[in-house]
């Protein structure tokens, strides 16, 4: 396979080091990228807050496609930018890391705690592969309405099913279904998110009447 399909399609790959024309230009697309990504990222995090519009432009102008109604908090970082596809009404507090390169998902309604981390990219555990510079990458999604606790970190290959809530500090490393609460290190899956939660907002703290 080339240097694109090993990546898009879950294998190893190398950055650099080709023979193959196709992949040695491919390789050289993606150097460009990865440099007007950080070019972008940089004029983001460099602008003053209070200049709203011109950097909701600069994320239209970084990310592969974003919802109208979309905010992350300076500082943040991706790879790639152009990998990650974000829906609307999505909130990031500071600090927001996306390692995308390939797809990251993201759905509508969605917010993250500080110091939250996707990345789709690993290494081998074997050494002599690192040695050679093996990464592989596997496409992450996040669903619409999900909420995302501070100091998280999303793996490569997960899913996070719709309205579903990952608490701090969790190290998802496998799929989490729809509407349930999971956290942990490895994040694991706690309980479904039910009626319960319609009267309490936290556990033992009753809903406000005025809600």
Not at 125 to 150: F, M, P, Q
Request: with cysteine; proline share 4%.
């Amino acid at each position: 396979m080339s240097l694109e399909e090993n990546m898009k399609n879950g294998k190893m790959f190398r950055e650099y080091g080709h023979s193959d024309p196709k992949d040695i230009a491919y390789a050289k697309k993606l150097e460009t990228l990865r440099i007007t990504c950080k070019d972008k990222v940089f004029e983001y995090n460099h602008t003053i807050p209070s200049s709203q519009d011109t950097k909701k432009a600069i994320l239209k102008d970084l990310l592969g496609d974003c919802g109208e109604h979309i905010w992350i908090e300076a500082p943040m970082f991706f790879a790639y930018g152009c990998h990650t596809h974000i829906g609307d009404y999505f909130y990031a507090n500071c600090h927001l890391t996306i390692i995308d390169d390939v797809d990251v998902y993201i759905g509508d309604h969605v917010m993250f705690g500080p110091n939250v981390t996707i990345t789709v990219t690993g290494h081998p555990l074997d050494k002599d592969y690192r040695l050679k510079a093996a990464h592989y990458s596997e496409k992450v999604t996040i669903g619409n309405n999900v909420w995302i606790g501070a100091n998280a970190v999303i793996l490569p290959g997960v899913s996070i099913g719709d309205n579903s809530v990952i608490g701090a500090g969790s190290i998802v490393t496998h799929d989490i279904p729809a509407s349930h609460l999971a956290y942990g290190n490895p994040c694991r899956v706690i309980r479904e998110i039910n009626e319960y939660d319609k009267v309490y907002f936290r556990k033992g703290k009753k809903v406000n009447e005025d809600w």
